[in-house]
Structures are given as structure tokens and as C-alpha cells.
């Protein structure tokens, strides 16, 4: 087995985030960056690449 970091198995920090597209409040298990849009459950699945 690997090292997988000491956060492995631990709950994500979530932070508070505006849905870039509809303007809905979600939380993301990132930090929002300046210019970098954020999308809600719903709109990311609209924008996410399709898998082949």
C-alpha cells in the first residue's frame, strides 16, 4: 500500500461559494480562486466533459 497523506479517509474542508452560472449558494471542497468560475451541483453537470 501507498501513502496516501495524513487526510486520507478525513472529511473535506468545504468552503462557501457562489454558482458562477444560476447564482446559487453551494459549497465546494476547494477554495475559490479570483476568475475561476464555480459551478453548483446541477450547473457542473452540465459543463463537465463527457466521458467516451
Not at 40 to 52: I, L, M
Amino acid at each position: 500500500m501507498g501513502n496516501f497523506g495524513s487526510n486520507f479517509g478525513a472529511p473535506r474542508e468545504m468552503h462557501d461559494a457562489t454558482c458562477t452560472e444560476c447564482g446559487q449558494q453551494t459549497k465546494v471542497p476547494f477554495k475559490p480562486m479570483e476568475g475561476k468560475p464555480v459551478y453548483c451541483r446541477d450547473c457542473y453537470a452540465k459543463h463537465k466533459p463527457k466521458r467516451n
